[in-house]
């Protein structure tokens, strides 16, 4: 009973704070780790190309990482549905490499939208990089041999 009860605790808080809580619970995950419903990526990294070979776009490095993918819904419209672009579609990737075979790298990477113009966007964060053309790194920092490094932590660091 309780399980049914803090099910539906989420359900009511997702749908308070803006999600479609039909969209998060229908389908479920492919044999990659997507969950497009959702809006979500979990697994292994090998997945995300959607070849699984053991490779990340041919590279075997960081295959058994396991990645945590999130994106909004205008990534999910622009990127997948043919919708603009606008300052609210952002991305969020979380790479552990801490897992057996991994890279032993783990890191966490936010990015968004931006446009063409980047840095004189009116999306653009100060402290941020460009990245693909038009997007914008907002935060980047992770472990490598145990040393902790912040690439960039732009103002603001969210979306």
């Known amino acids: 009973m309780g399980g049914v009860v803090a099910g539906l605790v989420v359900a009511v808080v ?5 999600y479609d809580v039909g969209d ?11 969950n497009y419903n959702a809006r ?5 990294a ?6 699984l070979d053991g490779k990340v ?9 396991r990645l ?11 990127r997948f549905n043919g919708a603009g672009w606008n300052c609210n579609a952002w991305e969020d990737n ?23 113009d980047l840095e ?19 935060m980047s920092q992770g472990t490598v041999a145990n040393k902790h490094f912040w690439d960039v932590h732009a103002i603001p660091t969210g979306y």
């Open 40 to 44: 979500l990526f979990n697994g292994a």
């Open 94 to 116: 979380e790479w552990n490499g801490k897992v057996p075979g991994g890279s032993g790298e783990v890191w966490h990477y936010k990015i968004k939208w931006v446009g063409a």
């Open 120 to 138: 004189k966007s009116s999306c653009w964060s100060a402290g941020g990089y460009p990245i693909w053309g038009e997007f914008e790194v907002v």
């Open 46 to 51: 090998d997945g995300v190309d959607k070849t």
């Open 14 to 18: 997702l749908s308070l704070i803006g």
């Open 68 to 78: 945590v993918m999130k994106w909004s819904k205008d990534w999910d419209n622009a």
């Open 57 to 65: 776009w041919g590279d075997a490095t960081y295959g058994k990482d």
């Open 24 to 34: 998060i619970f229908a389908g479920g995950f492919d044999e990659f780790g997507y």
